[in-house]
């Protein structure tokens, strides 16, 4: 069974910076892209940013500038790094991947369970 457990949300003041990772456990799987998502209140959810197996990034306009992408093929893990972060920032960002099972044709989306970023001051 795969995981994705996401770390590193939290409270920070506008203009700050925070990195929130994305680690996919278990085994005998492989990963194409993988991506973050968030969902303030009231809103819909919407791409933040995604890259895929080979490391080309591509990012929602409204974090281009501000957020970095990055993977560590080796740990399965996704950063997401933002600096210069907003209050329309705030919302819960969830983490999501491509998944599938090593020899099968078959590819999944699984998510992380979310974590909550606050910027606030």
């Known amino acids: 069974q795969v995981q994705l457990v996401e770390s590193g949300g939290g409270l920070v003041q506008p203009g700050g910076s925070l990195r929130i990772s994305c680690a996919a456990s278990?085994?005998?799987?492989?990963?194409?892209?993988m991506g973050w998502y968030r969902q303030a209140p009231g809103k819909q959810r919407e791409l933040v940013a995604v890259i895929t197996s080979g490391g080309t990034t591509n990012y929602a306009d409204s974090v281009k500038g501000r957020f970095t992408l990055s993977r560590d093929n080796a740990k399965n893990t996704v950063y997401l790094q933002m600096h210069s972060l907003k209050p329309e920032d705030t919302a819960v960002y969830y983490c999501?991947?491509?998944?599938?099972?090593?020899?099968?044709?078959?590819?999944?989306?699984?998510w992380g369970q979310g974590t909550q970023v606050t910027v606030s001051s």
């Open positions: 278990g085994s005998g799987f492989s990963i194409n892209a």
């Open positions: 999501n991947g491509d998944i599938s099972r090593l020899g099968s044709p078959y590819v999944y989306r699984y």
